[in-house]
């Protein structure tokens, strides 16, 4: 004889069985069973929170009861407490945080920039990373000095001395010089831009692209009338610019490699 339950409420009656629930702190791996979407919590505000799947791809997803499954099993994410400070796993540059890793004491090698401005955009990004390393950054005024402030350095197996130039292209004075102080632990790179400004992605200024500047005409004051900002003091353009800068996501590629290679370089984990 078959065997009924004596529960006889419809199953979509039954009230559900009620589930765990779990702060969505971030680097949590979660599934979004509707989309099939899996990855990592990196952001929870009021109502969503955004994943971020092993691609760097982002999604983001409304925080509804039952909404999300981790190692398979149905839970409800929760904005985590207010008491919990919510560290995150990536520093800017996107390489894993290391929470309260005490800063290294500074290596005898150093990264030189041309400028403030680039000296503080590396800073902003890479600036826990270079902490970490016991890397210091300082900034030269052009490139003309380079070959005596490479002289007077002595780089060498224990000390190598890292260089970012704007706007190296071949041929230029600036590409001569940087030929001449290149060695086996001395390392000039540069970036295609022609100001650091440059290297930060149009869209996370809200423009559609950077203005062409005439030859002969300085590039900072040209750059703010064609856009409207006010040129008469560009270095609170620059603080602006930066303010809009949270990660490497920001930039533009062609000065993360640079940046990166120069680390690499001047911890030796890049090789000689």
Known sequence: MRQYSPDLTPPWKKPKQPVPEVPAEP??????PGTGFCGAVIRCEAGTVTLEDRFG???????EPRGF??????VTLVR????????????????????????????????YVE????????????????????????????????????????????????????????GTKEW??????????????GHPYIDIWQAVKPSSLGIAEWPEVPRGQDWKTGVCRA???????????WQAILGRVGSYKDLEPEL??????????VTGSGGA
Do not use: C, M, Q
């Open 57 to 63: 791809k982002h999604r983001v997803f409304p925080l």
């Open 27 to 32: 680097g949590l791996v979660v599934e979004e």
């Open 227 to 237: 856009l409207g900002w006010p040129s008469e003091n560009t270095g609170a353009v």
């Open 115 to 170: 400028g403030r401005h680039d000296a503080e955009l590396v800073e902003k990004v890479w600036g826990d990373d270079l902490r970490i390393e016991g890397v210091v950054v300082e900034y030269l005024e052009g490139v003309d000095d380079l070959p005596s402030i490479v002289a007077d350095f002595a780089p060498g197996p224990d000390a190598r001395l890292g260089v970012l130039v704007d706007h190296l292209v071949p």
């Open 80 to 111: 985590p407490s207010a008491s919990a400070p919510v560290r995150p796993t990536r520093t800017a540059s996107g390489s894993v945080a290391v929470p309260g890793a005490r800063a290294r004491v500074a290596r005898a090698g150093r990264i």
């Open 256 to 265: 993360l490699g640079r940046v990166e290679e120069l680390i690499d370089f």
């Open 176 to 189: 001569r010089i940087a030929e001449a102080v290149t060695s086996e632990y001395a390392l000039v790179v």
């Open 69 to 74: 499954l981790l190692e398979g099993k149905v």
